[in-house]
């Protein structure tokens, strides 16, 4: 199997830079990330959409801080640093993406500072947009590696690894407000969120499998209305700030996953994948 990947570009790009920039500075809440990482992302687009004033600190997967791995031994990232105590001059951790994510809506929740809630109120939608972070996180993310990974020694065909993803894919978005434009219509949400990052990596299926698959406007076959609703919900995704502002440059996006590519990469996720365990 491959080599650890250090060649792996070091900081952000493009707009991603500037918004990084723009939280470099010392802040008792601090989220540790990676610039590629999808999961990262997740943390950071809810913090843009929540306006919560933080720090941003750049993790090294290869050269950890040994500062940050007494916060959280395991060295994986997201992970959030949160004040406590007097003054909040401690700190404890928190990680697993969509466990941040829901912290932070539930403790920032003053909708003139913080906006809307990310959840809805209603216990019943709620619980139902929770099934669907479980779709994404359980079903799409998983598929999403086993078809970039795929090599012909793969027990499974790169066209079954396609199609797993777009079922799951179609799966998900049958379950949309059908008249959206996001999945609980007007509203922005968590849910969203939680798609979001790997919705901006697809285009890494035409650089290096040969095309996802979705069929272009008018295609679509008895499917059409399912894409059509398919593709209101990424254009709108794609388009919203907090998506873009937390964006690298594609062209490192493309360098970073090569190795997902080649399934020639050491990381957690596609070890994980591999050896058909949950994602950590």
């Known amino acids: 199997m491959g080599s650890v990947d250090t060649s792996l570009h070091p900081h952000t790009s493009g707009r991603a830079a500037e918004y990084a920039k723009a939280h470099s500075s010392t802040n008792p809440l601090i989220l540790y990330g990676g610039w590629f990482c999808p999961f990262v992302q997740r943390t950071w687009i809810t913090l843009h959409e929540k306006n919560i004033p933080h720090q941003y600190v750049e993790i090294n997967p290869y050269q950890k801080d040994p500062e940050f791995l007494k916060l959280n031994p395991r060295g994986l990232v997201p992970t959030l640093a949160v004040p406590v105590g007097r003054a909040n001059k401690q700190q404890k951790p928190l990680y697993e993406s969509a466990v941040i994510c829901e912290y932070l809506d539930e403790v920032y929740n003053d909708p003139a500072k913080h906006g809307p809630p990310l959840l809805p109120a209603d216990a019943y939608e709620r619980a139902r947009c929770r099934i669907w972070i479980d779709h994404i996180s359980g079903r799409i993310v998983p598929a999403f590696y086993r078809f970039l990974q795929h090599s012909d020694s793969k027990p499974y065909s790169l066209d079954e690894a396609r199609a797993e993803l777009l079922h799951h894919i179609k799966t998900f978005i049958q379950e949309a407000d059908p008249d959206g434009p996001f999945f609980l219509g007007e509203q922005f949400s968590m849910v969203d969120i939680m798609l979001?990052?790997?919705?901006?990596?697809?285009?890494?299926?035409?650089?290096?499998?040969?095309?996802?698959?979705?069929?272009?406007?008018?295609?679509?076959?008895?499917d059409e209305q399912v894409w059509q609703r398919w593709r209101k919900w990424a254009k709108a995704t794609e388009a919203r700030q907090s998506v873009l502002d937390t964006l690298s440059e594609r062209r490192q996006y493309i360098d970073a996953y090569r190795r997902y590519a080649e399934d020639t990469t050491q990381s957690e996720v596609a070890r994980a994948t591999r050896a058909g365990r949950r994602l950590p």
């Open 196 to 222: 979001a990052p790997w919705l901006c990596r697809l285009f890494l299926f035409d650089v290096y499998k040969g095309g996802l698959g979705i069929p272009g406007e008018g295609k679509g076959g008895e």
